[in-house]
Nanobody, 121 residues
């Protein structure tokens, strides 16, 4: 049983910064790809923001390139999203995702509970 717990969301002014964290806990044999996704009020789908592989290879949505940085701390089973130069259009609920393998070689997809990011002005 695995849980992903997110933190770091909040309300900031445009141009400000936030740092999101997502910590995985539970039965984790291997922590594979992780990522951040977001769902704005007007959207029904969760859009990719950034992903990072177990080897550190990153990928970003065009809308956040140069402003957001995804990273991970494997010793703490945690993925981070540093968000700089925030814009009102970044306002959304942010969800982290992790692909986790068990000791038998099976992999499972887990989602965090979501954290609200609101950018004013």
């Amino acid at each position: 049983q695995v849980q992903l717990v997110e933190s770091g969301g909040g309300l900031v002014q445009s141009g400000g910064s936030l740092r999101l964290s997502c910590a995985a806990s539970g039965s984790i044999f291997s922590l594979n790809d992780m990522g951040w996704y977001r769902q704005a009020t007007a959207n029904q789908q969760r859009d990719l923001v950034a992903t990072i592989t177990s080897g550190g290879l990153t990928n970003y949505a065009d809308s956040v390139k140069g402003r957001f940085t995804i990273s991970r701390d494997n010793a703490k089973n945690t993925v981070f999203l540093q968000m700089n130069s925030l814009k009102p259009e970044d306002t959304a609920v942010y969800y982290c995702k992790a692909i986790i393998g068990d000791s038998r070689g099976y992999t499972f997809q887990y989602w965090g509970q979501g954290t609200q990011v609101t950018v004013s002005s």
